[in-house]
């Protein structure tokens, strides 16, 4: 939190809290001689050593800032607040080093990989604990439930997506009950998760933008990529061998949640696919990338799309995941049944897949507005 100090005269100093919760409201009280001023929303303090001294004690962990005729006037006052922040910038960086170091970090990654879970997962868990432990006051033995609440309401706080704050709570209850080996949380407040309709392009926005596309093996990356409903982390890690084209199939190895599937590998894409083999004869992964051995990474298939979406002329604010979800809509919209499409996408329960009939045409554009039924308005003004 940042304080702002004033000038007043030279019996009293304003302080200005960035914040005025009843938790920050705690320090600016144990100072002796504070007044809250009413109508400019200001504390004051006696303009004394002692009085410094003791706010400064009360805010260990907070920025303090002091306005121009302060600091000029009293290089005590400047000077104190140096020596405050660089003890607070010592106490910080002492912290996080002895909470968070090289060792804690090895076993918090051995923890999860032996648990099955994911490289990115393994990533982002990692990041979590890293950020928390750079914002943490406490030694390892002080932090509890409460703590992680306000760092997650913290987070919330800062505009942090919901899915963002359930995912540092996750983080965090892993490593202090696997690595830590502390006793059983007594559980979090979770923010609820927030509903989003995915974003969808239309078929005629689909066909404009594959045939926007010249290079090859960016034509055969997209069209795999919508023709059978794949992640970008999918269609990188594809192998020749795993694209039937005599059964029509694609075999996605080691999906999301470690799982393999089949989906469908359209007519179309066997044509654009068989091309790009003959002319480039991959090997081990079908789209290699630039090192060797090593397959295309998701950012290059990523700015592949970005790239075919301006040639395009579409305008709107989708990724390359919009190819997989617009192909989910589209066999909804065609009537095919959504436990199918479930498989097919590859989704554990089929309230995921039902996000899709938010954003289907299929029932909606039976629907009639009740304006269109009247007819003619425009002719009657």
Known sequence: MRIELMYRDDRNIGVKLERYGSEQLVGIRSVTGRKWVQEEKVWTIP???????LLLEAYPLDCFECDERLSQQDPYLSD??????????????????E???????????????????????????????????????????????VTVQKYALS???KGRSH???NQAISALKFYFRYVRKQPKSSGYIRPKKESKLPDVLSLGEVVRLLKSVDNLKHKAILYLTYTSGLRVSEVVRLRPEDCDRERNTVKVRQGKGRKDRQTLLSEMAVSVLERYIKLEKPTTWLFPGQREGRHLT????????????????????????????????????????????????????????????????????????????????????
């Open 47 to 53: 303009y004394s050593i002692s009085a410094l001294e």
């Open 80 to 97: 104190r607040l140096k020596r405050h922040r660089e003890k607070q910038l010592e106490r910080e960086g002492s912290t996080a080093d």
């Open 99 to 145: 909470l968070w170091d090289s060792n804690r970090r090895q076993e918090l990654q051995d923890a999860l990989k032996a648990r099955g879970y994911s490289s990115k997962t393994i990533k982002a868990y990692t990041s979590q604990i890293r950020r928390f432990f750079e914002k943490s006051p406490e030694t390892e033995t002080e932090i509890n439930d």
């Open 155 to 157: 987070l919330l706080e």
């Open 163 to 165: 899915a963002y704050v």
């Open 298 to 381: 998701e950012r290059s298939a990523q700015k592949v799309f970005a790239k075919a979406l301006l040639q395009a002329g579409i305008r709107k604010e989708v990724s390359i995941h919009s190819l997989r979800h617009s192909f989910a809509t589209h066999l909804l919209e065609n009537g095919i049944d959504l436990r199918y499409i479930q498989e097919l996408l590859g989704h554990q329960s089929v309230r995921t897949t039902e996000r899709y009939t938010h954003v289907s045409r299929r029932d909606i554009g039976k629907i009639q507005s009740p304006l269109d039924r009247i007819g003619g308005l425009e002719d009657s003004e």
